[in-house]
């Protein structure tokens, strides 16, 4: 009995540690080549362009820096987006029901960061491509 109970207990374990993964920060993203063509707000808006296409809620909080929240289901994923007219970043801030724990979190949310990243880029490239 003692047995059946530890083999139990370890195989919660092994599930719940198989749903979480090392957090995501995307560091120091370089944007596309002539992206110096964009003002400041211009990135701005294709980056809350890129976050709201994925039902991200983006908040300014600085001039290069947003907080940007998502919140399917009774998930909450917040992150800060950093960018220059050279790059970007996107780095946890906080979550909700989201297994976070010392560096790991539910690989859900390395999805939506990534997501995030290759939606941002490909706004960003297709306002260079406007401004062109």
């Known amino acids: ?7 139990i207990l370890g195989l919660v374990t ?6 979480t ?3 995501m920060q995307v560091e120091s993203q370089p944007f596309p080549d002539d992206t110096q063509k964009l003002t400041m707000d211009q990135l701005q808006d294709a980056i809350i362009k890129a976050a709201s296409s994925r039902e991200w809620t983006v908040k300014k909080i ?3 820096k ?3 929240t998502y919140a399917p289901r009774d998930h909450v994923a917040k992150v800060e987006i ?13 979550s909700t029901n989201l297994k976070y724990s010392g560096g790991t979190i539910h690989k859900n949310y390395n999805r ?3 997501n995030l990243k290759v939606d941002i880029e490909r706004e960003v ?3 260079v491509a406007a401004a062109s």
């Open 62 to 64: 600085s001039t290069g």
């Open 125 to 127: 490239a297709a306002a």
């Open 66 to 68: 947003l907080m940007a």
């Open 21 to 23: 993964a090392p957090i």
């Open 1 to 7: 009995m003692r047995s059946l109970k530890f083999s």
């Open 82 to 94: 950093d960018f220059s007219q050279q790059e970007f970043s996107i780095l946890y801030v906080d």
């Open 112 to 114: 939506w960061v990534n």
């Open 14 to 19: 092994l599930l719940v540690v198989a749903c």
